[in-house]
């Protein structure tokens, strides 16, 4: 009855951290919604410095609970500039903490509200959530066939004409890496031979087409690209074998000790920007990756197992980043939830937030085809070609799937070149 009790206990571990963070998204949510009507009328620069602050905020009570909280220890290797850049950020891609791990980097940048995801097109769909990462400047994508590539690129040039601050996230795998699903692999590794480009085996077959246009569209913006390994110690069975990395919940339980970060900053001038020259370029990175981490799970002298070659730096997060962020965004749901009209709109935040959003996602992205977060105010008065327009709301164009190649052939059935998620 005691182990039992003890097991129960260490399973809610993850409840209080999850319980704050989305109940504080109400609050969140509103006070953006008020600054976006605020700031209907001035710059487009102007609305987004405040919001990237915003997002900063909210950004650093995540950081609290996944760094803070749970005690890991961040070990990084390479060459992580300690200066904010527009960048374009190439990860492999794991679970969904590889999320946290670009906040990780950018918040030792001071570069936290400007991380920007490529990210799958149903999460669009999340409660308060989904409709408001397109906003902040994430691109929702679609599958392959779908994938729309002149609307990535025009909303990718509006945030430069805008001048918006760029940390891009993007997963070229296209889907998670998990070694218990050996189909997906095989399939991936199949389709590299048939290319005839070399066979990866803790990594799965990048896929280009993202990258390019993203790279294309902002070339004379960026400042650089990282490439960014991660792995997370922990995740190999007693066998040696390695396993399936920590999600979400399991890393706030405290299941993950230490992940190891290596960032290697390519500056513009040596990426290529033609489409071909740079799929290989893209591949040759993942070769670089897979060795690292054949390196970190598979090599013969224990002790260079569980670390990436090269020094590495411990860096520990301060509570004076990620503490005043969650006092405050505590303190104010607190506040709300402790009257009767505060948890009544706390309440209709979440369920007409939510209708709205998915409306939005639904209707009006069809109808409205200019970006209002990049500072294109439009009004019912000014508007020709479509019947409304609700001041305060405006739309994210939308695009399809971020892995897929133009004029590449199709990935197998198996190893489907979904986004990530």
């Known amino acids: ?38 700031s209907a009328c001035l710059p487009a620069r102007v609305y987004q410095a405040v919001d990237d602050r915003l997002y900063c905020v909210y950004q650093s009570m995540v950081l609290f609970f996944f760094e803070n909280y749970t005690g890991v220890q961040i070990l990084l290797y ?5 200066n904010k850049e527009n960048i374009i950020y190439l990860a492999n891609h794991q679970c969904t903490v590889d999320w946290i791990v670009a906040d990780i980097l950018a918040i030792r ?10 990210l799958k097109d149903g999460l669009k769909w999340l409660p308060l959530y989904g409709c408001y990462f397109s906003q902040h400047g994430g691109i929702y994508v679609k599958r392959s066939a779908r994938f729309r590539e002149k609307e990535m690129r025009q909303k990718l040039l509006s945030y430069v ?64 690209v990282y490439d960014v390994t991660v792995a997370f110690e922990g995740t190999v069975d007693d066998k040696g ?4 990395a920590p999600s979400m919940v399991e890393f706030l339980c405290k299941d993950c000790p ?26 040759e990175r993942f070769e670089i990756k897979d060795k690292l981490l054949i390196e970190f799970y ?22 004076r980043k990620t503490l005043p962020s969650l006092l405050v965004l505590s303190g104010l749901t607190a506040g709300m939830l402790a009257t009767e009209a505060g948890r009544k709109l706390y ?34 008065g000014k508007m020709q070609d479509v019947p409304y327009a609700l001041p305060g709301l405006w739309c994210v164009p939308r695009s399809g799937h971020v892995g897929a190649h133009v004029g590449d052939p199709e990935p197998p059935p198996e190893h489907p070149a979904s986004p990530p998620g």
């Open 258 to 283: 230490k992940i190891h970060i290596h960032v290697a900053r390519i500056d513009k001038k040596d990426v290529p920007g033609e489409r071909d020259f740079m799929r290989r370029w893209l591949h």
């Open 78 to 82: 390479g060459d992580l500039p300690k």
């Open 161 to 224: 004409s805008a001048g918006t601050p760029m940390y891009l996230v993007i997963f070229p795998e296209g889907t998670r890496y998990n070694p218990e699903l050996t189909k997906v692999i095989s399939a991936s590794q199949t389709f590299a031979a048939q290319e005839g480009l070399p066979v990866l085996k803790h990594v799965l077959t990048p896929r280009v087409k993202a990258t390019h246009i993203a790279f294309d569209s902002m070339k004379n913006y960026l400042d650089a």
């Open 109 to 118: 940048q001071g570069a936290l509200g400007h991380v920007r995801y490529v």
């Open 1 to 38: 009855m005691l182990l039992s009790l003890v097991l129960h206990l260490y399973s809610l571990r993850s409840v209080l951290p999850a319980a704050v963070m989305l109940g504080s998204a109400p609050t969140y949510l509103l006070a953006w919604g008020a600054w976006r009507l605020l």
């Open 298 to 319: 598979d090599s013969p002298d224990p002790d260079r197992r569980n670390r990436f070659p090269g020094e590495s730096v411990s860096s520990k997060l301060s509570l």
């Open 347 to 380: 309440v209709k935040t979440w369920l007409y937030g939510t209708l709205l959003g998915c409306l939005w996602e639904k209707v009006l992205c069809q109808l409205l085809p200019t970006d209002f977060s990049q500072g294109s105010r439009l009004f019912a």
């Open 241 to 244: 074998q390695r396993k399936e």
